[in-house]
T-cell receptor
Framework: LAKTTQPISMDSYEGQEVNITCSHNNIATNDYITWYQQFPSQGPRFIIQGYKTKVTNEVASLFIPADRKSSTLSLPRVSLSDTAVYYCLVVGVRYSTLTFGKGTMLLVSP | DAEITQSPRHKITETGRQVTLACHQTWNHNNMFWYRQDLGHGLRLIHYSYGVQDTNKGEVSDGYSVSRSNTEDLPLTLESAASSQTSVYFC?????????????????FGPGTRLTVT
């Protein structure tokens, strides 16, 4: 069963690139890695999904090394509105695995 | 627009009472999930369903039950509420469940229900 570990918190300034790493040492062959963003008093919102190498969408990039035991969410040029909690979630086929990390609180300052 | 709703948004109940939290989605998704969120624990899966008449236990299912009689709804029942079940509960749904073809595991979350058991 994949267990995920993330830093509890990170600080950044507006305009900087932020990289949040999640460790998932026991990830299974068919598991995918997904990341979510959560604002206070709201449900989590999907950001990005990946299996290996690099995935990029309009808001973030996801880097996954060849051994897949970790993944790094990269947020380019953060703004104050990116202050939120970020969760990694390892997902197995037919949700045989559904393991959320405990989340990383990102605080972006002016 | 399609959405996922939860009701009530806030609930206070007493120990020992039965409580049911509603979740309704109009995405027509087959997969639905219930999570609880507690400080220091993040999100933990309670139950999930692949479709009508299907339910499965998650990591923290003791004291909770679900039933799936239609595609749109997955109510969560606390049979006998305990103080340890004070939490924020999130419902989610998704379309894709995996397989040979690639797809998105994106889950759409509801706004949450804050439950307090006194």
């Amino acid at each position: 069963l994949a267990k995920t570990t993330q830093p509890i918190s990170m600080d950044s300034y507006e305009g900087q690139e932020v990289n949040i790493t999640c460790s998932h040492n026991n990830i299974a062959t068919n598991d995918y890695i997904t990341w979510y963003q959560q604002f206070p008093s709201q449900g989590p919102r999907f950001i990005i999904q990946g299996y290996k190498t690099k995935v990029t969408n309009e808001v973030a990039s996801l880097f996954i090394p060849a051994d897949r035991k970790s993944s790094t969410l990269s947020l380019p040029r953060v703004s104050l509105s990116d202050t939120a909690v970020y969760y990694c979630l390892v997902v197995g086929v037919r949700y045989s695995t559904l393991t959320f990390g405990k989340g990383t609180m990102l605080l972006v300052s002016p | 627009d399609a959405e996922i709703t939860q009701s009530p948004r806030h609930k206070i109940t007493e120990t020992g009472r039965q409580v049911t939290l509603a979740c309704h989605q109009t995405w027509n998704h087959n997969n639905m999930f219930w999570y609880r969120q507690d400080l220091g624990h993040g999100l933990r899966l309670i139950h999930y369903s692949y479709g009508v008449q299907d339910t499965n236990k998650g990591e923290v299912s003791d004291g909770y039950s679900v039933s799936r009689s239609n595609t749109e709804d997955l109510p969560l029942t606390l049979e006998s509420a305990a103080s340890s079940q004070t939490s924020v509960y999130f419902c989610a749904s998704s379309e894709f469940a995996g397989g040979v073809a690639a797809g998105s595991y994106e889950q759409y979350f509801g706004p949450g229900t804050r439950l307090t058991v006194t």
